[in-house]
C-alpha cells in the first residue's frame, strides 16, 4: 500500500500558534534565546522546502515501508470486544499494531524522517534528549542507518536505571551524554539538549514528542501522521467506514497525534487522549498534563498546557517513562482547549493490571504506555454500550523495555 | 532616542525617568573617560537569600549594574554553572517576589543608585502574572529586563515591551554572530529605550573564551542601525584582560559565570552570608581594577 | 495482500521419508516409543485434516496477518550492497524483515498455527521445550492469545541464564518446568518434552523447529512456508523476478525452510544455509551439522544428520542459542544431501563483529542467528561477483535478547 | 509359532535355541506353577562398570531374566529415574560394546543361565552398527531386544527383526493402554520369536502405580491375537504385592525404576561394587519373595 500522501488541515498561523478563537489561548510559538533563531529557521525552512521536494518524499516513503516497517496491520481483537462485554453490547474492538515497528513503537517514524531531513539539510550530527530511552533507541537507530553522529543527553537519574534501549542506543553508536540540572530526568535532559543546539551550528536537534519550539510540534505529527494516514485508509477497507472512536495514549502527544491527525476534521470518531494518573490524580504524584489541571505555561521554546510548581515546571511522576512529561504538545492542547479530544486518566496500578491481562489473555506484551490507553478506552467503551459501534485503540509499542518492571509487580501480586 | 521615550512616558513620574537617564548616563560619561561600564550576574538568591543579599550589597561597590538572574529550572539557554545557580537558589525556596524584594532590600540597605536589570525566562512572569511583573518592576526600581526566551513574534513580548516602556524601564534584547542584520535590525527597535546585549560567540555562557572578531563584527552592524544606542558584550569575559579589550568596542561588558563560579567555589568551601560576599567582594576588586 | 496458499512440492513418502534415491539415505520418519504413537496420530490425522479445512485455514490466515503480522517488507539494503562492493559490482542485496513479527523471529509462525492445530483438536495444553526461550515465548505468546496451558521444557543450565524471553514466557502464564538431565540444554529438554507428550493425552506437543518425529517436520516446515509463500510473491512484485540467491540460517532448520520452501524445485534462487561455526569447525566447539561433518543418526523421533559423540548425541557449541542444536531438520538435511542446498558456516566472532557493524552502520539490532547468515551471504556474494544479481537475505530476528551479550563484546573490544 | 521359528531358523546351531527355548520353557515352566517370572531392569554400567557387574551377578539370584540399558543420552522415553541412571553410566564411559562385554562378563562369571534382554535406542545401534550389533548379540548370548524407538514403519526394525531373527534371538514390542487394536496386532506380529511387553499405564516408568485395569484389558486383547505369546507387564511395579496381582494376569513382571532407584540411593550412601550389589540383592530379595 502506498503511504497516502500528507494534506494540512490544521495549519497554526505564521508564528506557529494554534489560537483557540473562543477563549483567546494561544498554543505553540517559539520561545527561545535569540541564538537559536538562526537554526530553528534552517530547520523550518528546510522542513517546508522537503515536504514539498517529491525525490525527498519518495525516499523517506520508502523507507518508512521498508525500513521502520509502517504497514503495520490492525488486529480485530476478539479478547478485548469480549472483555468489554462483547460484540452484541459494544460492537467491535480493533488494535492498529504500531508495536509492529522496526523499535517496537511510533517514535521511530519522526525520529526517521526527522534526521533523513537532517542529512538532507548537510547537518552531519543529532541532538535529542531521552528519558528511558525510547527515543534515544529511535533516534539512535535512524543516526546509524544514514550514518549521522548523535548525541543523546538524558538527565543523570535516569541514566542510572539498567534500560535494554539504553544499551541498544549506545550499541547504534550514540555518545550519552548525563545531565545533571535539577531533576535530573527528562524536562532538565531536553532543556540541555536545546541548549546544546544553541552551541552546535552543524548539529540538528530532535525532539521525541510533538514538543518544543516551532517548526518541532509541527514537523513531528506531519512526520508521525504516517501511522494516522494508513490507519484510516486501512480502517475503511476493513470495516468500511471510519471507527466510531479512537483512543490513544498522550505524554507529549506524538502518539496521540500520529494516528489521530487525519481525523482531526472530521466528526468521527470521538478522539480519546488518555494520560498516565500516575499514583492517582488526588495524590499529586502523576503525570496528567489535562487530567490533572495544568496551566498555560511557556516551557522548552513552546506555549501549551503545563504542570506547575510555583514558577517552575513541577516534575511528573508515572511508572511509564514515555509518559512522563509535565505538558503536552501544543497542537493536542488546542485540540483540547477547543473540545475535539476528551481526555482521560488511567492510573499505574490500572495499566500494571492491564500489562498483565494483555499478556496473559492476549497473548501480547504491550509497551506499559499502551495499557494505560487499553485501560480507560475499555471503560469507556463499556460506558459507550453501543453494539453498532467499531473502536480503534492505538497499540502504541512492544513491551521489552518494562518486562524487568513487570515481573517485580507480578512477584507482589502473588 | 531616549528622550523620545522620556517624553512619551512623561507622566511616569520623576523616580523612573531619572532611573534610566542615570543608567544611561552612566554608560555615557564613562565611555567618555574612555570606561566602560562593568555589568556582573548573579541569580538572585544564590545560594541563598541571605548571602545573596551580602553578595548583592557587595557587587553595587564594583558594578555598574547588576543583572540578577530570576531562576527558571527548565532553562532553556543557560550554562551548566548558570543552572546549578538556578537549582541552589530555587532549592533554597527562591522565586519571583522573592527577587523583587531582596532587590529592594539591597536598595534600601546600601542606599545605592547602582541600577539592577532583571534576567529571567517568560514563564516566572506569565506565572507571576505580567501586569503584576511590570508593576513590581517599577516598585522595585528594576532599571531594564532581560527575556531570554521571549521570541519577536510572541504577544507575550509585545505586550510586556509596551507595559516596560510605559514604566520607563528597560527592554533589554540579545543577539549573537548568527542572527541575520534583519533579526539584528528588529531586536534594535524593541531596544530603544534601553541597551543590546551582544553575545560574543554562538553557544552558551561561560562555555568558551570571548570572541574580539565577533564583538567587532557585531558593533559594525548595530552601528549601521543605530548611532547611540550603547552596546554590552557578554560570554565568555573571565579577566580583566578580556574586559579591558572588549571594552574598546561597547559601552558595557557583562561577566557572568565567572562571578557565578565563584560563589560556587566560596559555598563548596563553607563560605556564606557576609564571609562569602567579601569573597566575591575581593574577586571582583581584582578583576574590575 | 493474500497469503498464497500453501502448495506440497516436496512430499514425504507415507512413512514420512524423504529418501535421496542416489544413495538410498533416508530422512525423516517416526522413531518413538509405542507409547507416543496414538498422539502423534492423533496430530497427524489432524493436521491433514485443518490442511484442507476452509474455515481453519481463513481464521488461520486472519491471525498470521494481523496477530503475528507476517506481511512484513523487503528493505533494499544500500548499506549492504556497498559492503559487499556496490551494486556495480555485486547487484543489489535485499533483507526480508522477519524480525518485524510478533515476537520478532520467525518461530511465532509456525508456534501459533500449531497451538491453533492444538485447540482445532480439542487439546487443552501444549507442551514445548526451548533453549533460550525463543520457542517458549513464541509458544507462550500463542498459548496465550487461545487460551491453552503451557508447559515449557528447559535444560537446567538454560534456566539459570537471563534471558529476557524466558520472562516473557513467564508473564504469558508458561510453567517453567526444568530439566536436569544429561547437558540439562535444549537436546535433554526436547527428550523431556516428547516424554511429557508420551504421558499428557490432553496435550499436544509442540516442537521448536523442523525437526522431530513425523508429522512435526512436515507440519513445522508447511506453517512456517507462509514467509516464503510471501516473500516469493513480494520479491516478483518488487524486482520483476525470483532472486538470484537466497541466504538464511540454520540451527534446526526451520528459519531456512521457511523461506526457502517454495524455491525448493525450481532452479533459481542458489539456496544457502549457514550453521554456526562457534569458535571453528576446528576447535570441535560448533554447532555445524552439515559443515562440521554429522553423521545420519536417529535421534529425537527422526532420522536425520546429527553431531555424535560416540554413540550418544554430541553438544553443540555457539554463541546463538537459536542455533544451539546437534541435528537439522530431516527435510533440510535431504534438500542438502541432493545438493539443492549449499551449506556455509560463520563463526561466533565473526557473527558478533557483524552484530555490531549491523547497529552502527545499519541501524538494526538483529538477532545474532541473523548476523551468521549476514556475514556468510556478502562473503558468498563478493565471491559471486556479478552484477546483474538479486540476493535475498533472511534477516530472521530481531536482537533484544542478545543485547547483554554484545554489550559485554562491545566493552571487551574497546 | 516358535515351533515354525525354530525351524525357519533351524540351521543357526542349537545354542541359539536352546536359549530362547530356555526363556520361553521358563516362562511357560513357572505359569504352570502358577509363578510368573520376574524381570529385572538394570541400565547397564550404573553406577559403573564394576559396581553394575557385581549388581547384575547378583541380580541372577533372584530375577528369571535381567533387561540390561543401554544408555543413551537423548533418550526420548525413560523417566527421569532412569535417564539419571544413563547419566552415570555414560559418565563413567559406558557404551555399548562394554556393555556386551559386562554382560559376557557376568554370564561366564556366575556361570548363570539367566537370560540377558537388552533395551536399547536405535542411535546406539547404528552408531554401533546393525550388523555388529546382531553379531554381539548372538556371541554374547543376548536373548532378546527391545528397541524403544524402533518404530513399526522403519527400514531400521526391518533389518534388525530379521537379523535377529535369523540368530533366533527375540524381538520384544511394548504396547500401552492407548494403542489401537491394529497396532497391538501388527507389533505382535513382530514379536513372534519372543513376548509382548504390556505397560500398564499410558506415561513414563515409574511415574505412577501399576494400572491392573488397564493390565487385563490389554492382555484380553493380546489373547485374541495371539493364544500363546508371553507377556511381560511393566510400568509402576514397585512392591511385592503389585508383582503378585500383576502375576495373575501376565507370564512376566517387570521392575525397573524401582530397582535404579535403589541403585542411586545406594550410590549416594557411598555404596560401590559387592557392598552396593548385596545392598541391592537383599532389597530383591525382599520384593520377589
Ligand atoms: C510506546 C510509547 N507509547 C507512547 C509514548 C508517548 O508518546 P508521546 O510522549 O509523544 O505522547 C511513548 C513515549 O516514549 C512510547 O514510547
Ligand atoms: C531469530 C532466530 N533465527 C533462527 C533460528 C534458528 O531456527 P532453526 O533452529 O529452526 O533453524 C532461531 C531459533 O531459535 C531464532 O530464534
Given at each position: 500500500?502506498?503511504?497516502?500522501?500528507?494534506?494540512?488541515?490544521?495549519?497554526?498561523?505564521?508564528?506557529?500558534?494554534?489560537?483557540?478563537?473562543?477563549?483567546?489561548?494561544?498554543?505553540?510559538?517559539?520561545?527561545?534565546?535569540?541564538?537559536?533563531?538562526?537554526?530553528?529557521?534552517?530547520?523550518?525552512?528546510?522542513?517546508?522546502?522537503?515536504?514539498?521536494?517529491?525525490?525527498?518524499?519518495?525516499?523517506?516513503?520508502?523507507?518508512?515501508?521498508?525500513?521502520?516497517?509502517?504497514?503495520?496491520?490492525?488486529?480485530?481483537?476478539?479478547?478485548?470486544?469480549?472483555?468489554?462485554?462483547?460484540?452484541?453490547?459494544?460492537?467491535?474492538?480493533?488494535?492498529?499494531?504500531?508495536?509492529?515497528?522496526?523499535?517496537?513503537?511510533?517514535?521511530?517514524?519522526?525520529?526517521?524522517?526527522?534526521?533523513?531531513?537532517?542529512?538532507?539539510?548537510?547537518?552531519k550530527k543529532i541532538l535529542t534528549e531521552t528519558g528511558a530511552f525510547q527515543n534515544g533507541r529511535a533516534v539512535a537507530s535512524a543516526c546509524a542507518s544514514l550514518g549521522l553522529k548523535l548525541d543523546i543527553y538524558v538527565g543523570a537519574?535516569?541514566?542510572?536505571?539498567?534500560?535494554?534501549?539504553?544499551?541498544?542506543?549506545?550499541?547504534h553508536g550514540a555518545r550519552i551524554i548525563e545531565v545533571h540540572d535539577s531533576t535530573k530526568s527528562l524536562l532538565p535532559a531536553m532543556a540541555a539538549a536545546l541548549r546544546a543546539f544553541q552551541s552546535e551550528p552543524d548539529s540538528m536537534y530532535v525532539v521525541g514528542s510533538v514538543a518544543g519550539p516551532m517548526?518541532?510540534?509541527?514537523?513531528?505529527?506531519?512526520?508521525?501522521?504516517?501511522?494516522?494516514?494508513i490507519t484510516k485508509k486501512q480502517f475503511k477497507n476493513l470495516v468500511g467506514k471510519d471507527p466510531s472512536t479512537l483512543f490513544a495514549v498522550c505524554g507529549g502527544g506524538s502518539n496521540f497525534s500520529a494516528i489521530a491527525y487525519p481525523y482531526y476534521k472530521s466528526k468521527k470518531p470521538d478522539l480519546y487522549a488518555v494520560e498516565s494518573a500516575g499514583d492517582g490524580i488526588k495524590t499529586g504524584r502523576h503525570g496528567s498534563t489535562i487530567g490533572g489541571g495544568g496551566k498555560m505555561g511557556i516551557?522548552?521554546?513552546?506555549?501549551?498546557?503545563?504542570?506547575?510548581?510555583?514558577?517552575?515546571?513541577?516534575?511528573?511522576?508515572?511508572?511509564?517513562?514515555?509518559?512522563?512529561?509535565s505538558s503536552i504538545g501544543p497542537e493536542v492542547a488546542y485540540m483540547h482547549s477547543i473540545g475535539r479530544v476528551?481526555?482521560?486518566?488511567?492510573?499505574?496500578?490500572?495499566?500494571?493490571?492491564?500489562?498483565?491481562?494483555?499478556?496473559?489473555?492476549?497473548?501480547?506484551?504491550?509497551?506499559?504506555?499502551?495499557?494505560?490507553?487499553?485501560?480507560?478506552?475499555?471503560?469507556?467503551?463499556?460506558?459507550?454500550?453501543?453494539?453498532?459501534?467499531?473502536?480503534?485503540?492505538?497499540?502504541?509499542?512492544?513491551?521489552?523495555?518494562?518486562?524487568?518492571?513487570?515481573?517485580?509487580?507480578?512477584?507482589?501480586?502473588? | 532616542m531616549w528622550i523620545w521615550r522620556a517624553k512619551r512616558c512623561s507622566n511616569d513620574g520623576l523616580h523612573e525617568k531619572t532611573k534610566m537617564s542615570e543608567l544611561n548616563k552612566l554608560f555615557k560619561e564613562r565611555k567618555k573617560n574612555k570606561k566602560s561600564s562593568f555589568i556582573g550576574f548573579v541569580t538572585s538568591g544564590d545560594p541563598n537569600y541571605k548571602s545573596s543579599k551580602e553578595i548583592m550589597k557587595e557587587m553595587t561597590k564594583y558594578c555598574q549594574v547588576i543583572e540578577a538572574g530570576v531562576s527558571f529550572n527548565t532553562s532553556t539557554s543557560d550554562s551548566p554553572i548558570i543552572m546549578e545557580a538556578n537549582d541552589r537558589a530555587i532549592k533554597s525556596g527562591m522565586n519571583m517576589s522573592k527577587t523583587f524584594k531582596l532587590i529592594n532590600e539591597v536598595k534600601k540597605e546600601t542606599k545605592t543608585d547602582t541600577p539592577f536589570v532583571l534576567m529571567t525566562y517568560l514563564n516566572p512572569i506569565i506565572v507571576y502574572g505580567i501586569k503584576k511583573f511590570i508593576r513590581s518592576c517599577q516598585k522595585t526600581g528594576i532599571a531594564g529586563v532581560i527575556i531570554v526566551d521571549a521570541s519577536l513574534n510572541s504577544p507575550e513580548e509585545k505586550f510586556i515591551i509596551n507595559g516596560l516602556t510605559k514604566k520607563n524601564i528597560g527592554y533589554i534584547k540579545i543577539i549573537s554572530p548568527t542572527n541575520s542584520e534583519k533579526f539584528i535590525q528588529s531586536s534594535i527597535k524593541n531596544c530603544k529605550n534601553s541597551w543590546i546585549y551582544i553575545t560574543s560567540y554562538y553557544g552558551l555562557t561561560g562555555s568558551k573564551n570571548v570572541n574580539i572578531q565577533n564583538v567587532r563584527k557585531l558593533v559594525?552592524?548595530?552601528?549601521?542601525?543605530?548611532?547611540?544606542?550603547?552596546?554590552?558584550?557578554?560570554?565568555?569575559?573571565?579577566?580583566?584582560?578580556?574586559?579591558?579589550?572588549?571594552?574598546?568596542?561597547?559601552?558595557?561588558t557583562i561577566v557572568g559565570s565567572a562571578i557565578v563560579n565563584k560563589i560556587k567555589e566560596g559555598t563548596e568551601n563553607g563560605k556564606y552570608g557576609r564571609n562569602l560576599a567579601t569573597f566575591i567582594g575581593s574577586y571582583l576588586k581584582k578583576l574590575t581594577k
Open positions: 500500500m502506498k503511504i497516502p500522501p500528507f494534506k494540512e488541515i490544521n495549519p497554526p498561523d505564521k508564528f506557529g500558534y494554534w489560537t483557540n478563537k473562543k477563549t483567546g489561548e494561544k498554543f505553540g510559538g517559539q520561545y527561545i534565546s535569540s541564538l537559536l533563531v538562526p537554526n530553528l529557521k534552517r530547520v523550518e525552512d528546510g522542513f517546508f522546502k522537503a515536504m514539498k521536494d517529491k525525490k525527498f518524499l519518495k525516499e523517506l516513503e520508502e523507507d518508512l515501508n521498508t525500513f521502520i516497517g509502517v504497514q503495520t496491520p490492525i488486529h480485530f481483537s476478539k479478547t478485548l470486544t469480549e472483555l468489554a462485554g462483547g460484540e452484541k453490547k459494544i460492537g467491535k474492538i480493533y488494535l492498529k499494531r504500531t508495536d509492529l515497528h522496526t523499535n517496537h513503537s511510533h517514535k521511530p517514524i519522526s525520529a526517521y524522517a526527522c534526521c533523513k531531513l537532517a542529512k538532507y539539510l548537510g547537518f537519574n535516569d541514566a542510572k536505571k539498567l534500560a535494554i534501549n539504553k544499551d541498544i542506543s549506545a550499541l517548526p518541532y510540534p509541527l514537523m513531528v505529527r506531519t512526520f508521525a501522521s504516517v501511522i494516522g494516514r516551557l522548552l521554546g513552546m506555549q501549551s498546557k503545563v504542570l506547575l510548581n510555583g514558577e517552575n515546571v513541577a516534575e511528573s511522576f508515572t511508572a511509564a517513562s514515555g509518559l512522563d512529561f476528551k481526555f482521560l486518566t488511567t492510573t499505574d496500578l490500572q495499566a500494571k493490571k492491564t500489562f498483565m491481562m494483555m499478556a496473559r489473555k492476549h497473548g501480547l506484551i504491550c509497551a506499559i504506555e499502551a495499557c494505560y490507553v487499553i485501560f480507560a478506552a475499555i471503560k469507556e467503551i463499556r460506558k459507550r454500550k453501543n453494539p453498532r459501534e467499531n473502536h480503534l485503540i492505538h497499540l502504541c509499542g512492544s513491551g521489552e523495555p518494562n518486562v524487568a518492571q513487570m515481573m517485580d509487580f507480578m512477584k507482589k501480586q502473588k | 559594525k552592524i548595530v552601528r549601521k542601525y543605530s548611532k547611540d544606542i550603547p552596546i554590552g558584550v557578554g560570554f565568555g569575559i573571565k579577566t580583566s584582560k578580556q574586559i579591558k579589550d572588549v571594552s574598546k568596542y561597547a559601552d558595557a
